[in-house]
């Protein structure tokens, strides 16, 4: 069974920092894109970041600039680093593993909620 190990969550004050953690097998690590996620209370999910194996990112506008994306590649664990944390931050946050050749696989996570309040 496919295990993405996420952690890192909790409650943070508005302009502070966090640093997210998935860690998942050697096997999976290497062979996928590793991705962050979330989803606000009534919002569908969506992408906050991206990073490949050779490490090309991708963010979404609303993080860029604010949030990093980076692989410990001999750790097999991707991080999140967010810093100057809003409200409009909190969410679940998900892990996720895709590879879009074969064999394709997409996995996620169970979540680590972030909740941004004063």
């Known amino acids: 069974q496919v295990q993405l190990v996420e952690s890192g969550g909790g409650l943070v004050q508005p302009g502070g920092s966090l640093r997210l953690s998935c860690a998942t097998s050697r096997s999976i690590f290497t062979r996928s894109s590793m991705g962050w996620y979330r989803q606000a209370p009534g919002k569908q999910r969506e992408l906050v970041a991206t990073i490949t194996y050779g490490g090309s990112t991708d963010f979404a506008d609303s993080v860029k600039g604010r949030f990093t994306i980076s692989r410990a590649n001999a750790e097999n664990t991707v991080y999140l680093q967010m810093n100057g944390i809003k409200p409009e931050d909190t969410a679940v946050y998900y892990c996720?593993?895709?590879?879009?050749?074969?064999?394709?696989?997409?996995?996620w996570g169970q979540g680590t909620q972030v909740t941004v309040s004063s």
């Open positions: 996720n593993a895709r590879r879009t050749v074969f064999p394709l696989f997409d996995y």
